[in-house]
DNA sequence: GCGATGCTTCGGCGCGGACCGAACCGTCGT
DNA sequence: ACGACGGTTCGGTCCGCGCCGAAGCATCGC
């Protein structure tokens, strides 16, 4: 039989606390190096060091050497798929789970998750996106959708071509509310940081709205 | 800060291979007995007990006494959804994963995953759909869709009503193809079931097609 | 009432693994 | 060439927790 415990091993590198905050700074869809992650973990670099060299073992991340630097991403989308996922049940079940709030407002307004936008910004994406009409409501791009993203310098159809779905919704772990993950999702969010429309926070996953008048079309506001 | 442990408590979770395989009996749907948890999972029922009480107070499994029974099963979609991911991640970068193969074919035509089918059948029924204009590419619910679905007894605006999305893709495990999840892969399995046209398989997740040529509309075959 | 059955609690054993200090290897600067 | 710095490997300590045996409660059948 044996046909359980895989996903044991998989569970088991996330269920680390130290690990876990490694995950989630990576969630910021930049890779860092193994110092930033042990600082990011609070532990020392030794400790930091086995703990990553499991999660590459386990297919989790995957490293690139650099100089003296060694730098470590998430290995796909689909990792940063199921850290979304858990993050969401932790949020919606989690027990003495301190609300998110106003604490960190800048979280709510626009974050990134791994690759694409999130918080109400990203919510307001995705309205905006079908009420414009350039998606139906099943997320497929129409013919008016087809325009716009070409004209942003997408490519869609080699996002069609890839094995990613190029529209997935996301259910937003603050808004409760679905946002466009998947490739256009991701296209869209490089496109606009590609113009300098928005910004990433550094240290965080915060994302600045850097020209409101531009993003204005796209947001709805 | 402490922004992190929360998800590495919910991965701690199912990281223990008992745990684990309690959890994968429990995609089945079924409701299984702490003793019949105890046993899937190979521990004494004393073990087994521990398990289940910290499962229960991380919000992943509900529990209801009926007479000197406990009867257990996930607590919500998202639960499984959650567990799917992990087995899809697990699948697809799993080092010494043992092939399923032809080992469980019945595994491969027709299972259950957690209260909606999958497999090839799973996939069949998803292209079927999709290809007899019931769902639109996008798993949009066309106005024949809305016609078929009545007829089978499915309360299509009370599945738009409630908060788990009607229409879900859902990555297959074995076949590597979308399938219908959501609220409408649920009902349309119930709807199946209760005519007794598929049944499951006892103490399986298999799922046998009882009535072929009843089927053979939804599955295209 | 009685014993049988399902489940839980308690106590103690033992393994796995997270952590750090110290030492070692490569790469970059001067 | 040398030292500084980032990263890894090695040893040893310690805590957590998964496991079971035994005992304690419930509920069912008779």
Request: charged residues 20%.
């Amino acid at each position: 039989m044996a046909d359980g415990p895989d996903i044991a091993r998989v569970a088991h590198l996330i269920a680390d606390p130290a690990r876990a905050r490694m995950l989630t700074a990576l969630m910021a869809g930049h890779a860092l190096t193994a110092g930033e992650l042990a600082a990011e973990a609070g532990v020392t670099p030794q400790t930091a060091s086995g703990h990553i060299a499991k999660m590459v073992a386990g297919g989790m991340l995957v490293g690139a050497k650099q100089g003296r630097h060694r730098y470590l991403r998430l290995s796909g989308p689909d990792v940063a798929d199921l850290l979304e996922s858990l993050m969401e049940l932790v949020d919606r079940r989690g027990p003495a789970r301190t609300r998110p709030g106003p604490a960190e407002p800048a979280m709510r307004t626009a974050r990134i998750c791994y690759d694409h936008l999130a918080g109400s910004a990203g919510v307001a994406l995705h309205d905006t996106l079908i009420a414009r009409g350039l998606l139906d409501a099943g997320l497929v791009v129409t013919g008016p959708g087809e325009a716009a993203f070409t004209d942003l310098g997408i490519d869609l159809a080699a996002l069609n071509r890839a094995r990613r779905p190029t529209c997935r919704a996301c259910l937003d772990w603050s808004e409760r509310r679905d946002h466009l993950a998947g490739g256009l999702g991701a296209a869209l969010f490089t496109a606009f940081e590609d113009r300098g429309w928005i910004v990433r926070r550094p240290g965080s996953r915060a994302v600045a709205i850097a020209a409101p008048e531009r993003m204005s079309p796209w947001l709805g506001i």
